[in-house]
Structures are given as C-alpha cells and as structure tokens.
C-alpha cells in the first residue's frame, strides 16, 4: 500500500506541476482484500486532481489494464505500475512527444527507485530507437511506462488476457500488445525521457530468476500465438538456442552482469508455447475489441 500511495501521489506532482494538461487518473483495484479500497477512496476525495476508483474483482494485471482503458475518457492513455513512481517533468515530456499526434505505442525511460534493488525491469538507455524485427521485443517498451493514443488502442485492441501477471502464462501482455500492433503497422518507439523509478523490490538473485522464467514463459507463448503474423520472433528462440548452446562451451550468459543462464529461457518459452497450445485447444479466448468509450471534451488542452 505504501508504494501504491507514493505512485498516486507523484502522479498528483507531475499533474499540478502541469496545470495546463486535462489529466486524469484511473486506479484499478484488482480485488484487493485489505484496506485498499477504503484507503484509495480517502485518497481520491482530498486529491486535486480528477480520480476514478474502478473495482475490478477478476484478477489478472491484462484485466486491470483493460478495464482501465474501457474507463478512460482522455486522448493518451498511460500505463503506470503501481510499484513506480513518476518523474515531476513526466507530463510534459508526454506533451512534447505527442504534440505530432503521431499515431505510435511510445514507452519511457525507467530506472531503479531504490539502489538497493538488483538492476533488472528497467530500462536505461539514453537513445531513442524504434521497433524492428531485429530487436526482441520484450522489454523494448515495459509495460509499467507505455502509452499510447486513444485511436492506437482502438485499433489493437484489448491486452489478451491470457497473459500477464495473475494469468495462466503470467506475464508478457505488454509485449504481446507491442507485437499486435506492430504487425498492423504501428511503430513502437522508446524514448530516454518520460521517465519513472521502479521500485520492484527483488535483491536476491533467486527473485531475479525465478521473475526471469516467468518472462520467459509468456514469451514462448506469444511466439507461438504470432507464428503466422510475427515469425521473426521465432528467429529470436533459434539465437537464443544457439547462445544456449554456446554458453555450454564457455560463451556468455544472457545476462553476465546477473549471471543468468539461456537454457532456463529455452526451457521456459518451449513450456510457455505448450501452455498457449492447452489454452488454444481448450478455447479460452481473449477479448479483442474495445467496447466504445466516452469522449471528453475539456476545457483545457486535452492531455492523459
């Protein structure tokens, strides 16, 4: 809860710091069972800036994000995690960004919010780049800092709820969204700015692997899913393989500086693609379309 409040509140920062931009916030509750809920409607009644609490009792992190978006009523929508707190400059690097009304998934900068904190989920690079069949797509944009406009999310649709935490192949709805709309022709871009501090809390390596093999899971199963629209990801298992393979000769890790392995990312995204295969032949389906959502029309120049 404490870090839940720290995130609201630096959003309420970067919102006043930012007068002129209508912004909102929309906090799902994803069936807490605690004091959440009681704790959030306090919040929301003494804060000045416009708060909706949307109670979601199905648990999942892509059905938060769902109902999230289903309840937006802005022209860009912004993901942030709750474990995240948001630069003061964070608005206005949006604005400066968007003022193109380019039509793009555009995610920001993350760094660690606590130095004590092992350097994994983030991402640090000072150089703006865009998506290509080249780049692996998971992590390119992290899905605690990715926005989009409204029309790129009507577009692509909802998160498939297969995914993510809380769902049976635990994470990668963002990546999954990511690889959506790339294949129908949105670029997908990162920025070094728009930056928000993740304070993921994991300081045991253990934690780092046992969150590395989730990955890894969701991952496999989205190539499989994309096989047909996205088979360069498959491309991306072969090399991985073949570093796997190399490593076992005394060639690098995946990641040397955290010493993890690519045999646990091989093993994973073969039983994250099996799991997919159970899911598909069982017919559980993910929702695919927005339902139609109310457009606002504020005073202000219209922001988040």
Not at 42 to 71: D, Y
Not at 272 to 293: D, E, H, K, N, S
């Amino acid at each position: 809860m404490k870090l839940l409040v720290a995130c609201i509140r630096s959003i309420e920062t970067t919102c006043l710091a930012h007068p002129a931009i209508a912004s909102e916030l929309i906090v799902v509750d994803n069936g807490s069972t605690d004091g959440t809920h009681a704790e959030l409607r306090r919040i929301a009644a003494a804060s000045k800036v416009p708060m909706t609490l949307v109670p979601e009792p199905r648990q999942g992190l892509a059905v938060a994000r769902n109902t999230g978006m289903e309840r937006a009523r802005g022209r860009i929508f912004v993901f942030i995690d709750d474990d995240c707190v948001v630069d003061r400059a964070y608005l206005g690097d949006l604005k400066r960004h968007y003022q193109s009304g380019d039509g793009v998934i555009r995610g920001g900068r993350v760094e660690l919010g606590n130095p004590n904190d092992l350097p994994f989920t983030i991402k640090r690079s000072k150089a703006a780049a865009r998506l290509t069949p080249d780049v692996h797509p998971g992590g390119f944009v992290l899905g605690c800092n990715m926005t989009m406009d409204r029309e790129v999310a009507l577009r692509v649709g909802c998160f498939d709820e297969r995914f993510g935490v809380g769902a049976p192949l635990c994470s990668a709805e963002d990546t999954e969204y990511l690889v959506r709309a790339y294949a129908l022709g949105i670029p997908v871009e990162y920025v070094p700015d728009m930056t928000v501090f993740h304070h993921h809390g994991r300081r045991a390596r253990a934690a780092i692997e046992k969150l590395h093999r989730s990955y890894s899971l969701g991952n496999g199963a989205l190539c499989l899913k994309h096989l047909v629209k996205a088979p360069w990801l498959v491309k991306h298992f072969l090399w991985t393989v073949r570093s796997a393979c190399l490593e076992s000769f005394g060639g690098a890790r995946f990641d040397p500086a955290l010493q993890l392995s690519h045999w646990p990312v091989v093993a994973m995204n073969l039983l994250g693609a099996a799991r997919f295969l159970c899911l598909f032949i069982v017919g559980r389906a993910a929702p695919t379309a927005l339902q139609p959502m109310s457009e606002v029309a504020p005073k202000q120049e219209r922001g988040p």
